[in-house]
């Protein structure tokens, strides 16, 4: 089993930003963003399961979710966000486990923006949090999403504390740092995980 990285920080924090890095370095990427979509696409059981729930409006006129909808809904009454997430973590995490065992690189970035919030990281042996101000969360989505200043604030409450993520980071990406900046600190991270994956891979041979 290759050496996993989990990448965890708050809403707008930075981690794809961060992860696009890894990425154009050849780092294998598995994205729990990415998963938690594909498992709402139009076919999928999942989707039809909410549509039963929150009524048909939670639809767009194509078959596909309506995720802003959705975002209001669920950020704005918690009953209804724990509804979403007993459905859709255990298949999110399911899948994530299959793309984690096929993972053929000595080592596998895993980008979890829920890491804390669901205790997931005994699943990697290394994680980085990417650590922002709130006031810098709030304005980069409100910049990229149209989000509202009280719907950040909603998430960003609904999710874990800078604190709480940082108190089990082994690797700390502080995002007030210019992109440029950013990709000399993920240059020599994948220097130290390319040594610590090689040490585990003799560890566990
Ligand atoms: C609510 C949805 C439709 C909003 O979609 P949208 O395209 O606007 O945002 P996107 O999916 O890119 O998520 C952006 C960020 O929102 C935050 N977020 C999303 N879901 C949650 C959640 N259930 N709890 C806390 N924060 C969340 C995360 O920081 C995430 O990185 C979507 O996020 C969703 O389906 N969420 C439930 C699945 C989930 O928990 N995904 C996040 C972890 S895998
Ligand atoms: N260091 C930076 N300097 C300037 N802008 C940045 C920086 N980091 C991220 N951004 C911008 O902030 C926004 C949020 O960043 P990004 O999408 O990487 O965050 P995220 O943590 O992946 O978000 P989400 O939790 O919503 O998935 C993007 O528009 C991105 O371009």
Known sequence: MAY???????????????????????????????????VVEPGQPALATMRDY????????????????LREIIFSDPKHKQWLNNLLHPLIQQRTQQKITQC???????????????????????????????EKQIERVYKRDSISRSQALAIIHSQATRQQRLAIADDIIDNNLSKSALAEK???????????????KGRNL
């Open 4 to 38: 996993i990285v989990a990448l965890t920080g708050g809403i707008a924090s930075g981690k794809s930003t961060v992860a696009d890095l890894f990425a154009a370095r050849q780092i294998e990427i598995i994205d729990a963003d990415l998963i938690a979509r594909e």
């Open 54 to 69: 929150f009524g048909r409006h939670i639809l767009l006129d194509n078959g596909q979710l309506d995720r802003k909808q």
């Open 104 to 134: 053929s690189g000595q080592w596998c970035l895993w980008v979890v923006p829920l890491l804390v919030e669901n205790q997931l990281q005994h699943l990697a042996q290394r994680v980085i949090v990417v650590d922002s101000e709130e």
């Open 186 to 200: 993920v240059s020599q991270l994948i220097l130290t995980y390319n040594q610590l994956a090689s040490e585990y």
